[in-house]
């Protein structure tokens, strides 16, 4: 070999061996062939020395030495063949096994000497690993790239499917560190970041919460490996909302025990209130027909209680007109009888009107006109002059199918428990106005701003006979009567109520033009 074959093997071979330590440095890599290139083109006196890439567009020029004449059109030529290069240019191919890497490009103005072609070959041979190498080392890093992605990917798909769920979420480790905090988490009043949550105990995070009972929460679903769940009742966003809490213990290792919890809250007020809901209309129609068969036993022995005292008392009267001394306490005694009679039988009145309200005629009616005539009724009252009384009646309301005679009863009784429950003065506002739906086509509500109702009377006021009014201040029976002439429209009552605050009595009724 001569000096000047030498003299480039060796530049090759440090370029293989640099290439070999730092396969990951492209840069250094075209430097290190620059300096081959360029020793070729000094050591055997060429015009040009130059270094082609195979791309998917194509050969490409990447590196040269020279004045560049190739072009790729000459260079493809000559390599497949169809034409032969003259005696100033030698084309190499570069590649490895099958794959085309590239080419290396000779030329010698005046013709290329022999001894220039072995040591161009020499070259052209020790460059060929070198671009497998880097092309290798390319596509390994193009596949991690790929695989980084398409794991980054799945991971922000699964982040969107977490945070899209209706619910909060979160997850704690062994430890009680949060590792996963959905969007919906960040949330309401004890919302918190997630970026902020990640990482941190859960303590550190939900300090409202007592840890203790926190920490044996997760304790349990952790040893036991089931699922707990619970509701829960918050004011947190400032009204009443019902939560319903699920923990769930999660593997990470199948057959391992549960190394995570994932807790999930779902807001369920509103099928909370639905099933409280339906729960009470079953009671009520339940304890509807009990009163009703108790009544009707009631009113027989009322009825002979009644004619019997009737008797006595035309007998006493039969007496006293003979001369005879009738007792005074006899009369009076009678006549307590009398009108405790009677009591009973306006209470028996009443709760049949609860348990069997009798079918009347109904008639398409405005229920402003019926707010306005109830109003009209009321105002000169004792009781309700001490109040202000203002309305809000949207015009032009949808027409409501209704006993014109049973809807002022209704209006009447929300009305005297409005005034019963403020007992100085205040405002009680009847609102009108169109519902949603045809189903719940008008809505009236009587607002007051009296004592408001204690969580724990809530679920019972439409019972009949409940009241917190002292004896002989109420049946109780009022708002059980309401709601039954409510529900026999098709329509329901509802209420809201803050202690200390007042009360909103909403009744919703469905539109309705025909009996049809
Ligand atoms: N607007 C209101 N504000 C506060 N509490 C109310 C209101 N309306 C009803 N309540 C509560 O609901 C209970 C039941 O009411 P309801 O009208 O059925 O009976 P009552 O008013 O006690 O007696 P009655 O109406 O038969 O004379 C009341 O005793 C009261 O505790
Ligand atoms: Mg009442």
Not at 37 to 62: M, N, Y
Not at 340 to 345: L, P, T
Not at 482 to 500: K, L, P
Request: glycine content about 8%; some cysteine.
């Amino acid at each position: 070999m001569s000096a000047t074959q030498i003299d480039v093997a060796a530049s090759s071979l440090s370029l293989l061996a640099d290439v070999a330590a730092r396969l990951n440095s492209e840069t250094e890599i075209v430097r290190k062939a620059t300096g081959v290139l360029e020793c070729t083109v000094r050591s055997l006196g060429a015009t040009e020395c130059s270094l082609w890439l195979e791309t998917p567009r194509g050969l490409v020029s990447a590196v040269r030495a020279g004045k560049l004449g190739a072009t790729v059109e000459g260079i493809t030529a000559i390599l497949d063949g169809t034409a032969a290069a003259d005696a100033s240019v030698a084309v190499r191919r570069l590649s490895m096994g099958t794959r085309h890497l590239g080419a290396l490009v000779l030329r010698i103005e005046g013709g290329i000497p022999a001894e220039a072609i072995i040591a161009f070959g020499a070259v052209a041979n020790m460059l060929s690993p070198v671009l497998g190498w880097a092309e290798s080392t390319r596509i390994l890093q193009a596949d991690i790239e790929r695989h980084t992605r398409s794991i980054e990917e799945e991971r922000r798909f699964i982040h969107q499917v977490v945070d899209s769920l209706p619910v909060s979420l979160y997850v704690i480790d062994r430890d009680y560190r949060i590792k996963a905090w959905n969007r919906n988490r960040e949330g309401g009043s004890q919302g918190v970041q997630r970026e902020a949550a990640l990482g941190k105990t859960i303590f550190e995070i939900l300090h409202r919460a007592p840890a203790e009972k926190l920490r044996r929460e997760f304790d349990e679903v952790f040893r036991s490996g089931r699922i707990q769940q619970f509701t829960i009742e918050t004011r947190a966003t400032g009204e009443p909302r019902t939560y319903r809490i699920t923990k769930i213990p999660m593997q990470v290792v199948e057959g391992e025990l549960a190394s995570h919890v994932i807790t999930i809250g779902e807001d369920v007020t509103d099928f909370a209130a639905t099933q409280e809901r339906f729960a009470q209309s079953e009671k009520l129609a339940a304890m509807g027909q009990l009163a009703a068969g108790v009544m009707h036993e009631v009113n027989n022995p009322l009825a002979t209680i009644s004619s019997c005292a009737d008797s006595l008392s035309a007998r006493l009267d039969d007496l006293e007109g003979s001369g005879v001394d009738v007792p005074a306490a006899s009369r009076e005694t009678l006549g307590i009888i009398q009108s405790e009679v009677n009591r009973c039988k306006n209470i028996v009145g009443s709760l049949l009107d609860f348990a069997r309200p009798v079918p009347r005629e109904k008639a398409p009616i405005d229920m402003n006109a019926s707010v306005e005539q109830t109003l009209s009724l009321l105002k000169h009252q004792k009781q309700f002059k001490r109040l202000s009384l203002q309305t809000f009646l949207e015009p032009n309301l949808p027409p409501v199918l209704a006993c014109a005679e049973q809807m002022l009863q209704v209006l009447i009784a929300l009305l005297q428990n409005a005034a019963d429950a403020m007992e100085h003065e205040g405002t009680i506002t009847v609102r009108t106005r169109r519902g949603p739906s045809s189903h719940e086509a008008v809505l009236v509500e009587v607002i007051d701003e009296g004592a408001g109702i204690a969580r724990t009377d809530l679920p019972h006021i439409f019972e009949p006979f409940y009241t917190t009014k002292g004896p002989g201040r109420g049946t109780g029976l009022g708002l059980s009567i309401c709601y039954s002439i409510v529900t026999g429209h098709g329509g329901r009552i509802e209420v809201d109520s803050a202690v200390g605050a007042g009360s909103t009595f909403r009744m919703l009724l469905p539109e309705g033009t025909t009996n049809e």
